[in-house]
């Protein structure tokens, strides 16, 4: 993937590219810092399963300015040679160029991988792997618009989740996942970017609500014991929310069908 | 209740009594019932099932149609196309073996591959094994499997003369298959 910086196929940006500057730009930031809804509130979720026709599963999740369309393939036969009595989990996420605020080249970087790393580790103990032997489960990500690390994470793996739901593999739950930022002693549910990045500390949490169990938790920057358990029990209650939009979500889906 | 859509990890509430065997979608979990598909739970004989209408892997004893890609003295390679009655979606098709020893149930020392399979057959055939980590291993030892649909050399589709043998309807001439005998005669 190295010479792909010079894909020809591609019509390639300028190197270097910057958001134009407003005069009111500083006045912008403050307000965009501030939050309009409680500490303890998320952004609004729209969820919908099945948009992309050809892929076996598919979901698009909305959560204010994050925007990620799933798509789930197979399974379908392992392309590796050894032979494996469990099935695999591939997840793969990509930025489009236009998601972020600065233009990201059709690449995969780090950040892609870290999340794609992060939405396994959240899905991977749902799925039954071991009815799907020999077989890779395929998971693609598209991030059509950012609005900061721990939403995507969160807002991925639970379309994730739906997508694997609408495809019909077998699970044993399905998963929905919050993320919660510390500025200054506050505890903030789902931060958006700007929140984040005047937050101390952030943690991620997966958890199948309806087994009452816990996928994994993915904790960052400072954090004191006694807030990121805080953070635990605040974004853990916020899941249970969650898994009923997803619930009513794959129920009006699978009704319209 | 039995007509709800239950969704994965929902518990599902059996009525009292023996415990019905649990099939697909289903699973337990220390004593509790829970879904792992989304769909409705019905019961298909004695086994409680959420059926799924989605393409599966193949498993062992699965009912497997597929094409003749390649042709070896010791073995045939088939690319399965259809599971048990659910196509595959395009591309996404298995790798199958039928080795000598699997093609018939007598006279299995005898068996030339080439007398039996050609490139493009369409073949039914049960999976006896998951084989090895490249394929699934099939096998047409009954009288229902094998061959069911074949071109001759002459570009025709042929038809079913013995379990042994086509004939090309165009020239007439002979070809030899392992056919399978339909169910219904």
């Not at chain 1, 990509?94 to 999340?115: G, L, N, Q, V, Y």
Request: with cysteine; glycine share 8%; charged share 25%.
């Amino acid at each position: 993937m190295a010479q792909s910086a010079n894909d020809r196929r591609r019509i390639n940006g300028p190197e270097e590219s910057f958001p134009p500057v407003f005069d009111d730009d500083d006045e912008d930031m403050k307000l965009k810092t501030q939050r309009s809804r409680a500490p303890g509130d998320i952004r609004p979720i729209f969820l919908q399963p099945g948009l992309i026709s050809q892929a076996n599963g598919s979901a698009y999740i909305e959560t204010e300015k994050t925007k990620i369309a799933c798509a789930v393939y197979g399974p379908r036969q392992s392309k590796t040679t050894t032979y494996s009595e469990k099935g695999r989990l591939n997840v793969e996420v990509k930025f489009t160029p236009f998601s972020c605020t600065r233009r990201r080249a059709p690449m995969r970087d780090a950040e892609d991988r870290s999340i794609g790393v992060s939405i396994h580790q959240a899905i991977v103990s749902s799925i039954r792997l071991e009815l799907f032997p020999k077989s890779t489960i395929d998971v693609f990500i598209t991030i059509i618009e950012n609005d900061g690390i721990e939403g995507c994470i969160a807002s991925g793996s639970l379309a994730a989740s739906t997508a694997l739901a609408d495809a019909g593999i077998e699970m044993l739950g399905l998963v929905a996942s919050c993320s919660a930022a510390i500025v200054g002693d506050d505890i903030q549910l789902d931060p958006s970017e700007a929140e984040a990045r005047a937050s101390s500390g952030t943690l991620i949490l997966a958890c199948m609500p309806a087994l009452d169990s816990i996928t994994s938790i993915w904790q960052s920057g400072q954090m004191s014991a006694e807030l990121s358990l805080k953070c635990m029990e605040q974004c853990h209650e916020r899941c249970i929310d969650i898994h009923s939009i997803v619930a009513q979500s794959l129920l009006e889906h699978r009704r319209s069908n | 209740m039995a007509s709800d859509i239950l969704l994965p990890g929902q518990s599902v509430s059996l009525p009292r009594g023996p415990a019905p065997k649990l099939g697909g979608g289903l699973y337990s979990k220390d004593g509790q019932v829970r879904a792992s598909l989304v769909g409705v739970a019905q019961y298909e004989g004695s086994s409680l099932v959420i059926s799924r209408v989605r393409s599966h892997p193949p498993a062992a004893n699965s009912v497997v149609l597929g094409t003749v890609t390649r042709l070896s003295p010791l073995q045939a390679i088939i690319s399965i196309s259809v599971v048990d009655g659910v196509p595959l979606p395009a591309g996404e098709e298995f790798n199958g073996v039928i080795r000598t020893q699997d093609v018939r149930a007598t006279e299995k020392d005898k068996v030339k591959i080439g007398d039996c399979f050609r490139g493009g057959d369409v073949v039914k055939g049960v999976v006896i094994s998951l084989g090895d980590a490249r394929s699934y291993y099939i096998t047409t030892a009954r009288n229902d499997l094998g061959v069911i649909f074949a071109t001759s050399e002459a570009g025709a589709s042929m038809d079913p003369v013995s379990w042994q043998e086509m004939r090309c309807p165009k020239t007439g001439r002979i070809e030899k298959r392992k056919c399978a005998k339909p169910e219904t005669l």
